[in-house]
């Protein structure tokens, strides 16, 4: 029996539930439209119901000895930020605990040695370790197979480890304090941390299984009082990574891409600075590119996912390549004339980065440099854009950036393929002392005790 000819293959992939809206043009345009309307945060969000802050709900429970709170201390080096509504946010600066991305490790190399080489010129604490695991949260939104016990469970597990993993070099329990690298990571934890507040019937299922991964804290679970944006790092050290600028890039047209994930999931929790954008726009990675000296380009479907989708990336792929370069990558390069587009989320960078080259199969060639907040500021301050910033590993053309930033990129290749023969020969640099980044189990070498160590960092 054959298919209705709309539906044959078309929708592969998303589930029975999923069919031809059949709208005419005028209906397509017509449901589009509010897109394309000036959005900003008052209207799109502030409009709505205030929602209540789920913190108020995680110290009642502390009160009542039902959970422990990860706090976030002096150690930490906190500075406060504003939320959507006012709300304080502190962010910890100091003493981090890096929970690394699946997709920036596999894809994206330059994204992590970025932000860590930007720790290192600020001399700032962290913890690079690999007791940790992806979050596993693109198996949710991709798939559906998952479910909020998984999720909740895992990031509970991680975070825990993030908890206990300074006690390997004699300190205290509490030190390091996690900070997530990936926006989807991000979002997913925020939201199953208003699961577990809210839910007894959660928190009992994911004790039962905490306890038995030895993952308790004297029998209770335990709870981050913030969950930190490795974004939200960059934007409140702005300052600091400015001092640190060896470039200009005053003549940089720049448009930023925020991440659903980030700023659209939870959205009370995200960061807004009355000095960017009139606080209309998610501050983070705008803020930062302010500071640097950027001109920072507005355009008009800067609310527009990406097009990665988790569903649509899997089952859908040329939905997601279309949406990326006709919504996203042609409206920088023709309405704002971008030279560079900035994102702070894995997906979003592999998509806008990796699908350019489509484009051509149809005459659509656009062609836009892409990076995250962290590799364009480690540019800024002198990273060397091959062996750091490691953007040789992107599909989309950086060669012109790097020309209008002054930056000798045939030479930089050179050197970096020079670079190549010393790592073949076992003579490579790294960030990090490799002996702290197994804190137990097989392979674990203890290193030395936490004096004298904070400077081998």
């Not at 894809?107 to 040695?113: C, H, K, Q, R």
Request: net charge negative.
């Amino acid at each position: 029996m054959e298919k209705p000819p709309q539906t044959q293959e078309a929708y592969a992939g998303f589930g029975p539930e999923w069919r031809p809206s059949s709208l005419t043009p005028a209906e397509a345009r017509t449901a589009t439209e509010w897109v394309e309307a000036k959005i900003d945060r008052r209207t799109m969000l502030t409009g709505k119901d205030r929602v209540a802050d789920t913190r108020d709900l995680m110290w009642d429970l502390e009160r009542e000895g039902e959970i422990v709170v990860h706090r976030i201390t002096d150690q930490h080096e906190p500075v406060t930020a504003r939320t959507l509504y006012g709300w304080r946010k502190r962010i910890p600066t100091n003493q981090l605990w890096h929970h690394k991305s699946c997709g920036q490790c596999g894809n994206i190399p330059g994204y992590p040695t970025s932000l860590m080489w930007l720790m290192n010129r600020l001399d700032t604490r962290y913890l690079d370790e690999t007791d940790q695991t992806s979050c596993t949260a693109w198996n949710y939104h991709g798939s559906g197979i998952g479910n909020v016990v998984s999720l909740a469970a895992v990031f509970l597990r991680n975070f825990h480890q993030a908890y206990v993993s300074a006690k390997a070099r004699g300190l205290p329990e509490g030190y390091y304090f996690p900070l997530v690298h990936c926006g989807t990571s991000f979002g997913n934890y925020k939201e199953m941390r208003n699961y577990l507040l809210q839910s007894p019937e959660l928190r009992a299922q994911v004790k039962k299984i905490l306890g038995k991964l030895g993952r308790l804290i004297d029998g209770k679970l335990l709870i981050p009082e913030e969950v930190v944006h490795y974004s939200e790092w960059l934007h409140v050290m702005r300052e600091r990574i400015a001092e640190k600028k060896t470039l200009d890039c005053s003549h940089i047209r720049a448009t930023v891409h925020p991440a659903c994930h980030v700023y659209k999931m939870v959205p009370e929790d995200v960061i807004y600075d009355d000095t960017v954008m009139d606080g209309n726009r998610v501050a983070v990675s705008t803020g930062l590119l302010q500071t640097l000296g950027a001109q920072v380009i507005d355009y008009s479907t800067w609310y527009d996912c990406c097009g990665f989708g988790f569903r649509h990336i899997i089952g859908e792929r040329e939905f997601t390549r279309s949406f990326a370069i006709d919504r996203k990558i042609r409206v920088a390069v023709d309405e704002a004339h971008s030279d560079v587009m900035i994102g702070h989320d894995t997906g979003c960078i592999t998509t806008l980065d990796k699908n350019q080259w489509i484009g051509r199969a149809v005459d659509k060639v656009y062609e836009l440099a892409v990076m995250a907040d962290c590799q364009f500021a480690a540019l800024m301050c002198g990273a060397h854009p091959y062996k750091l910033a490691q953007l040789h590993w992107h599909a989309s053309p950086f060669e012109q950036l790097l020309e209008k930033l002054g930056i000798d990129w045939e030479k930089a290749k050179a050197e970096f393929q020079t670079y190549l023969t010393e790592v073949a020969a076992g003579r490579g640099e790294t960030l990090y002392d490799p002996r702290l980044a197994i804190t137990s189990g097989p392979g674990y070498v203890p290193p030395p005790r936490a004096v004298g160590m904070e400077a081998a960092q």
